[in-house]
């Protein structure tokens, strides 16, 4: 993929007041030069760090880029880091796809940071810009006399130099790594000092396994470590005749472990044959435990450095890890997650906020990485997370005696908005923002026909969405299809991390709700992929799940409206969720109807009717609304709902009578139906 930066030919002195970086075409970034007393308190989307000055920063929206950040090279050949490919080289990409399976994380610290990073397209391998700056310092080497390892590994002289390495220990003695070290930059635990692999026993007793030794093997096929209970490739230690294995790091823990940001007492290692369950999340464990004594308490290896706060994109603030949970009512609570019972002398997550309730499993809560992210300072985070939600309203004009805002500028609309609280005619008109027809208090144009209920003008430019712990983007600019409800929209769209779009019907919708059309409230499943009850379709990005019985809906059925308007019927039609019926048949189209799956239905003249025959294959779209321009006809285009005189299609000949696309030229008679086009 060839790239390039916009920027590169600029001189990056004081001179330079702006540039445009190929990471963000839509607006200038202007230099700040020198630091302000109050400091900048934002973040580089470039590295994550703090800001300070020199550096790059976008006026009209949030996004900043330090300056080395702003001038790194969007393409580096022959990368030391990567010699299997290097005359491909790496290209510098902008965020890790999260979902994307193909990008493993960066090569040197092993996870998927949100910055930039820089990839190679020949097999995926990647390093993020802070780890690049590091690997200048390799000096690579061939396998290790013992051959114990399947991938060639990186000899590091200095690692104590590296600052990412700091917080790591030898996988075999677990100590810092002061000293040499090899490090396999395709396996995540396998950092080992030069002299501990030069010295690795070809045997060991060891106190998870008295009756037999452990003898040193190696495959290049996964093999289950006993002890920690997950799959590993390379070395192990195994017993072939109990069929015990374990993993090199997993050998010998080390015997005390302290961390008071952790856990304010240090744990001692504890060997056990038996199984036990860990206090900090409620789960079995066996042979190897930690415990604490003065907290009477006992946790698995892993459980040891659990985040004392995080922020879960699924609630509004942070929440913290007890061992137990203190209730002054002796009531039952459920997980908000799986919404099985909380057990509350066991670890979770909980928040601290008065009158919030929420609490859920540590495994639970841990378990997408992409949903959370670890806080060191709670004040901290949430006073860069007021600053970084704008407001879409520009202006209060005015306001009334209740405080109010009765007259707005939106940065959705040129003119201003005022406040009503219903139509003065009764037509049928949609908020410019969801789509939805305008039935509560709303905002309207004086000057034109544009209308926003209240609820979508007060959504803010930028905010925090629950299906992704990152920042959403507000815009309008051109008609989209969600990529969660699957409905072409001319509305308003939040892009959430540069990977989705998802339209305000959507994006209003939280992740615990109640449906009029089943009786026990629905919870967001990521996981689920099954059938949705409303429509039959399978769900490919999770659905909304009943923890007491099979039922599910997708997001395309729960934004559904409640009722529409079709000239089958002089009434509202309206949603329908079940059928006593044994056979059915659509009032429009005449043909069958499955008397499971939802419906619109009209009580008064026993009307009924398939939701995609009454709505419409564009229900969202706005009348009008200019459409992307393709190569089958050299002018512009707009979408049409409705036309009069039933012309042909410059296409197929055929009359057209609904949803057409027509040329926007007043001399040009093209008009096509949508299919054809």
């Known amino acids: 993929m060839e790239m390039k930066n916009e920027n590169e030919n600029e001189s990056h002195d004081k001179s330079v007041q702006q540039i445009r970086h190929d990471f963000h075409r839509q607006h200038p970034l202007v230099l700040v030069a020198e630091q302000s007393n109050e400091g900048l308190k934002a973040h580089c989307d470039g590295c994550g760090e703090l800001l300070s000055a020199p550096c790059f920063t976008c006026i009209h929206c949030n996004y900043h880029l330090y300056k080395q950040c702003a001038g790194a090279p969007l393409h580096i050949p022959n990368h030391l880091s990567h010699p299997k490919h290097s005359n491909a080289g790496l290209f510098l990409r902008p965020r890790p796809y999260f979902d994307d399976d193909r990008v493993y994380g960066c090569a040197l610290c092993k996870e998927k940071r949100n910055m930039f990073f820089y990839q190679c397209y020949e097999c995926w391998f990647s390093i993020d810009i802070k780890c690049d700056q590091l690997s200048s310092s390799f000096k690579f080497s061939q396998l ?97 005749l109990c069929h015990f294995n374990i993993d090199i790091g ?139 939600m704008r407001s879409s309203i520009i202006r209060v004009i005015e306001v009334n005696e209740a405080g109010e805002a009765t007259k707005i500028q939106h940065f959705s609309h040129q003119h201003c908005l005022v406040l009503a609280d219903k139509m003065g005619e009764e037509i049928d008109r949609k908020c410019d923002g969801c789509m939805l027809p305008i039935s509560n208090i709303f905002y309207y144009c004086s000057e034109c026909l544009f209308f926003l209920h209240k609820t979508c003008a007060e959504l803010p430019i930028i905010k925090q969405h629950w299906f992704h712990q990152s920042n959403a983007t507000l815009n309008f600019d051109s008609f989209k299809k969600c990529d969660f409800c699957s409905q072409y929209s001319s509305g308003f769209f939040y892009d959430i991390n540069e990977d989705w779009d998802m339209c305000l019907r959507c994006a209003k919708v939280a992740d615990i709700i109640e449906c009029e059309g089943h009786q026990h409230f629905l919870f967001f499943d990521f996981k689920y992929k099954e059938k949705c009850n409303g429509c039959g379709a399978n769900t490919n990005k999770g659905a909304f799940r009943c923890g007491k019985c099979r039922f599910a809906l997708d997001f395309g059925c729960l934004t559904l409206p409640h009722s529409a308007l ?33 419906y619109y239905s009209c009580s008064i003249f026993d009307t009924s009717a398939h939701i995609e025959c009454v709505l419409g294959q564009f229900p969202f779209l706005k009348d009008g609304v200019a459409f992307l321009l393709y190569d089958n006809h050299h002018h512009g285009l707009k979408f049409v709902k409705k036309v009069e005189g039933f012309p042909e299609c410059s296409y197929c000949g055929k009359l057209c009578q609904e949803e057409i696309l027509k040329c926007e030229a007043s001399t040009c008679n093209y008009i096509a139906h949508y299919e054809c086009y």
């Not at 991938?151 to 996988?171: G, Q, W, Y």
């Not at 003695?173 to 000092?193: G, K």
């Not at 329908?576 to 939802?598: A, F, G, M, N, V």
């Open 250 to 388: 997993c050998a010998w823990p080390r015997s005390i472990v302290e961390g008071k940001s952790r856990h304010q007492h240090p744990f001692t290692l504890f060997w056990r044959q038996d199984s036990f369950i860990c206090d900090a999340c409620g789960t079995e464990g066996n042979y190897i435990s930690y415990i604490c004594s003065t907290c009477c308490t006992t946790v698995h290896k892993k459980c040891i450095s659990l985040p004392c706060i995080i922020k879960f994109s699924r609630h509004d603030h942070c929440i913290f890890h007890k061992y137990f949970l203190q209730t002054q009512e002796l009531t039952k609570q459920d997980c908000k997650i799986c919404f099985k019972e909380m057990r509350l002398e066991r670890g979770s997550y909980f928040c601290v906020k008065q009158g919030c309730n929420y609490v859920v499993h540590v495994n639970c809560v841990l378990e997408d990485k992409k949903l959370y992210d670890v806080i060191e300072d709670e004040k901290q985070w949430e006073e860069l997370y007021k600053k970084s």
């Open 566 to 598: 079709h000239k089958i019927d002089e009434h509202k039609l309206k949603l329908t969720y079940h059928d006593d019926k044994e056979q059915s048949y659509c009032d429009i189209c005449e043909q069958y109807r499955d008397p499971s799956l939802w």
């Open 144 to 240: 290790s006399k013992h051959d114990i390892h399947e991938h060639p590994l990186t000899f590091i002289e200095s690692p104590m130099a590296i600052d990412v390495l700091k917080r790591v220990n030898c996988c075999w003695c677990h100590e810092p790594l002061t000293d040499a070290i090899f490090f396999c930059f395709d396996c995540p635990s396998f950092i080992i000092h030069k002299k501990c692999l030069d010295e690795l026993p070809t045997k060991i007793d060891h106190p998870s396994h008295h009756i037999h030794p452990l003898f040193l093997n190696y495959s290049d096929r996964n093999h289950f470590c006993n002890l920690c209970q997950k799959e590993h490739s390379g070395a192990f230690y195994g017993c072939s």
